[in-house]
C-alpha cells in the first residue's frame, strides 16, 4: 500500500531553495514539492524549476510563483509543509511568515546543516557572514591568495545566484572573462567571479552543487566555499570561518541564518574596525563570546584603495555601490562614500532625481537606500536603466565601489574612479596562523 506524499513549498530566492530541494527532496518520494515561491530577485518567477535538474519524481519540472501568492498556493495545493529557504532576514520575519503559513494550516520548518551540507573529499573551507556586506569577499580572497603563494591548488566555489537559465546554469566553471559572456553573468555575480579570475584561479557556481564539487575537486588540493547572502555553507566544512560587522552590531543574534553561522564558527573576523567606534567592537566581541566561546576572534579592517584620488576632491561625485549590501542588506553606504569623503569630494550627489525604470523601482523597494547608486544588473533592461541613470545625474566624476570594472557592461560618460578593498588582520592571530594551525599550510 502506497503512502501520501507530503506536499511541500519551498520558499526561495533562486539560492538556497534550489539546493534544498536537490540534497533533500529530489529524490524523497516521501514528499511531493508542488512549487517554489521567490522573492528578492527581480524577474525569476513564473519560471519552472526545470526537468533536467528535478529528477525523475518531477518529469514536468516545478513551477517557480511570486511569494505574494503563497497563502493561496498553500490552499490551491492542500499544501502539508511550506519550508522556508532564504537568507539575510530577521527573526521576526520569519516568524511573521511562520505565523501566516501555520494560520492556512500547514506547517513551517527549516532545514538544518545535517540534511543539506554535502561531505567533500578534499580539504574545505567555508568563508560565510553574519550579514550581507560584512566583508566576506576579500576575506576568501584573502584565504585564497594564502594558500595560492604556499603551492596549494585551490578552487573556489560560490554561492548561488542562478538568475538565467537554470538548465544551462546547473555547473558553471569560470577561468577566463570570456566565461563571463558565455555564462551572460549578472553585476551580481561578475562582482564575486572577477577578482578570481585577475588572479588566474577558478571558480565555479550554478545549481547543482554536488555537481559543482565533484568537478572542483578533480582540480583542487583545497576547497573555498565563498559564501553569500549570509547563507551557511551548502557544504560540510573542515574550517568554518564566518565574517562579523560591528557597524550592525546585534545583527549577528538577529537575522536568520547569521546567528547559525555564528553558532557553527571556529573562527569569527570581527571586520572594519578602524571605520566604527571601540563600544560597537567591544559589544559585538561580548556578543560572540556568549554565543560562541570557543570561536577563535580575529579583529581586521578592510582598508580602500583608489586608483585616481585627484579626481575626487572638490568635485560632485555620484558614488556606485554594491548591490545587495545596500538594498537587502540595509547598508547605507559603503567603500565609495568612505572613499569619495575621505578623497575630499565637495558633494555626494542624490540620484534619485535622475533614476529611471528598474533602478527606481529599486528605490521605491529600498527607500533607506542612502546619497548613491548601487549596483543593480539582473537583467539586460536593469543594465540599460543603470547606464542612463548615470547619464542623466548631474555630477562631475563617478566613484565606483562595486569589485568589477564595471564599463565592461555599460558606458560612463563621466570620468571614473575606482575603489577597492582587501582584508587586513590587525593584531594577533592572523588568518595565516590559523590555517597553519589546522594544516591547511
Not at 539560492?15 to 533533500?24: E, L, M, S, V, W
Not at 576579500?138 to 604556499?150: E, F, G, N, P
Not at 555547473?171 to 579570475?197: C, G, N
Not at 569623503?341 to 527606481?360: F, H, I, Q
Request: negative net charge; proline residues 5%; glycine residues 6%.
Amino acid at each position: 500500500m502506497s503512502t501520501k506524499r507530503r506536499k511541500i513549498i519551498i520558499m526561495g530566492a533562486a539560492g538556497r531553495d534550489f539546493h534544498n530541494f536537490n540534497t533533500y527532496y529530489r529524490n524523497n518520494d516521501s514528499f511531493e514539492v508542488v512549487a517554489f515561491t521567490a522573492t528578492q530577485i527581480p524577474d525569476i518567477v513564473d519560471r519552472k524549476y526545470p526537468s533536467e535538474l528535478s529528477g525523475d519524481l518531477y518529469p514536468e519540472g516545478i513551477p517557480i510563483y511570486d511569494e505574494s501568492e503563497l497563502v493561496n498556493l498553500i490552499k490551491k495545493f492542500d499544501v502539508d509543509e511550506v519550508v522556508f529557504s532564504y537568507s539575510d532576514v530577521t527573526h521576526e520575519y520569519v516568524m511573521h511568515k511562520a505565523s501566516l503559513v501555520n494560520a492556512i494550516g500547514a506547517a513551517f520548518s527549516l532545514l538544518g546543516t545535517k540534511g543539506t551540507m554535502i561531505k567533500s573529499t578534499k580539504p574545505l573551507i567555508s568563508v560565510c557572514a553574519v550579514r550581507t556586506g560584512s566583508g566576506k569577499s576579500q576575506t576568501s580572497r584573502k584565504i585564497v591568495q594564502l594558500l595560492h603563494d604556499s603551492g596549494k591548488k585551490i578552487v573556489a566555489i560560490r554561492h548561488p545566484m542562478p538568475y538565467g537559465d537554470l538548465a544551462k546554469q546547473a555547473v558553471q566553471r569560470f577561468a577566463e572573462y570570456s566565461d563571463l559572456d558565455k555564462h551572460e553573468t549578472t553585476i551580481e555575480e561578475r562582482e564575486e567571479y572577477e577578482p578570481y579570475i585577475d588572479k588566474g584561479l577558478v571558480i565555479y557556481s550554478g545549481v547543482d552543487y554536488e555537481a559543482i564539487l565533484r568537478e572542483a575537486e578533480k582540480e583542487a588540493d583545497v576547497i573555498l566555499w565563498d559564501g553569500g547572502n549570509n547563507d551557511f555553507s551548502f557544504y560540510k566544512p573542515d574550517l568554518s570561518i564566518v565574517v562579523a560587522d560591528p557597524h550592525r552590531v546585534g545583527h549577528e543574534l538577529t537575522y536568520h541564518p547569521g546567528e547559525t553561522n555564528l553558532n557553527l564558527a571556529d573562527v569569527v573576523i570581527v571586520n572594519k574596525i578602524t571605520t566604527t567606534s571601540y563600544e560597537n567592537v567591544m559589544q559585538l566581541e561580548e556578543n560572540i563570546r556568549n554565543a560562541n566561546p570557543n570561536a577563535v576572534i580575529i579583529e581586521a579592517a578592510s582598508p580602500i584603495f583608489v586608483d585616481k584620488p585627484e579626481l575626487v576632491k572638490g568635485k560632485k561625485v555620484l558614488v556606485i555601490e554594491d548591490g545587495p549590501t545596500l538594498t537587502h542588506g540595509e547598508m547605507k553606504y559603503g567603500a565609495g562614500v568612505v572613499a569619495a569623503r575621505r578623497y575630499g569630494a565637495k558633494e555626494l550627489v542624490d540620484p534619485r532625481p535622475y533614476l529611471v525604470g528598474s533602478m527606481k523601482e529599486t528605490f521605491d523597494k529600498y527607500p533607506d537606500i542612502g546619497t548613491l547608486l548601487p549596483a543593480m544588473g539582473y537583467f539586460e533592461q536593469q543594465l540599460k536603466d543603470m547606464e542612463e541613470t548615470i547619464r542623466n545625474t548631474e555630477c562631475d566624476v563617478v566613484v565606483s565601489a562595486t569589485p568589477i570594472d564595471i564599463t565592461r557592461l555599460i558606458k560612463i560618460d563621466k570620468p571614473i574612479v575606482r575603489v577597492k578593498y582587501e582584508l587586513e588582520e590587525i593584531g594577533y592571530p592572523k588568518l595565516e596562523d590559523i590555517l597553519k594551525e589546522k594544516g591547511f599550510l
